[in-house]
């Protein structure tokens, strides 16, 4: 009740603190994502590629931030949890989206002994198709 009370008191300058600290998480995140990127890549790779692979990284990394927030916000009956929950959902989707279907596909697409690009894609397909098709048969 305590807890409630100081949230209810405090509401506007613990939003503030809240959105002071969630800018310096984007910030802290997004530097620590790029020193990763930075470190473990070839230096030969293409800008394309380490642009891909920091965003997938960034968006699992940026879920930390907003746990904090979840948890301040969760016991706030004035605050509309629909926002916070669609915002949950996005870096959900777009972090499952990146792991499962794209970071495979443009991996196979780099690693493809092709020399087009249509079979490149046709390639990398296929074997992320079989990749799937496999792991979803053998979870069962």
Known sequence: ILIQLYIKNNY??????????TIIYFIVISIFTA???????????HICYLLIIFFSWFF??????????????????TYNN???????????????FFS?????????????GKTTFKAKIT???KRNLKFLSLSFLFSK
């Open 12 to 21: 506007s300058s613990m939003m503030d603190s809240l959105t002071t600290s």
């Open 35 to 45: 020193a990763i990127v930075y470190n473990f890549s070839q230096y030969n790779s």
């Open 60 to 77: 699992g990394f940026f879920t930390v931030c907003f746990l904090p927030l979840d948890i301040a916000l969760a016991n706030d009956e």
């Open 82 to 96: 629909d926002e916070l929950s669609i915002l949950w959902r996005s870096i959900y989707w777009i972090t499952f």
């Open 100 to 112: 499962w279907i794209f970071l495979p596909l443009v991996l196979e697409f780099y690693n493809s």
């Open 123 to 125: 390639d990398s397909l």
